[in-house]
């Protein structure tokens, strides 16, 4: 059975920075992109970064392009999201997601995806 778990999310001040992690068991990781999407209260999920099996292409949401960024670890099957000059709006549940191909969707949508962790709550204070 896969297993996607997250970790790393946290209460954060305006301005300051987090690295989520996400490892998925039970994968052959490197034939599988992967994303992070997130969800605010009220708010539909929605995609944040997708990263492609190897690494060497990246899509960002507008709205964290320039602050966060998007890696991985094939060797140790982990997923990582640097999220720098965070901002209150960032604040939402963070998901990690694998998709079933080698590449990235043009937009990172929910239903993209196949695999889910639970989550990790990021809160980013004023």
């Known amino acids: 059975q896969v297993q996607v778990v997250e970790s790393g999310g946290g209460l954060v001040q305006a301005g300051g920075s987090l690295r989520l992690s996400c490892t998925a068991s039970?994968?052959?990781?490197?034939?599988?992109?992967m994303g992070w999407f997130r969800q605010a209260p009220g708010k539909e999920r929605e995609g944040v970064s997708c990263?492609?099996?190897?690494?060497?292409?990246?899509i960002y949401a507008d709205s964290v392009k320039g602050r966060f960024t998007i890696s991985r670890d094939n060797a140790k099957k982990t997923l990582y999201l640097q999220m720098n000059s965070l901002k209150p709006e960032d604040s939402a549940m963070y998901y990690c997601?694998?998709?079933?191909?080698?590449?990235?969707?043009?937009?990172?949508?929910?239903?993209?995806?196949?695999?889910w962790g639970q989550g990790t709550q990021v809160t980013v204070s004023s």
């Open positions: 997601a694998a998709r079933n191909t080698l590449g990235c969707p043009p937009l990172p949508t929910v239903g993209s995806f196949g695999y």
């Open positions: 039970s994968l052959i990781f490197d034939d599988y992109a």
């Open positions: 990263i492609t099996w190897s690494g060497a292409s990246t």
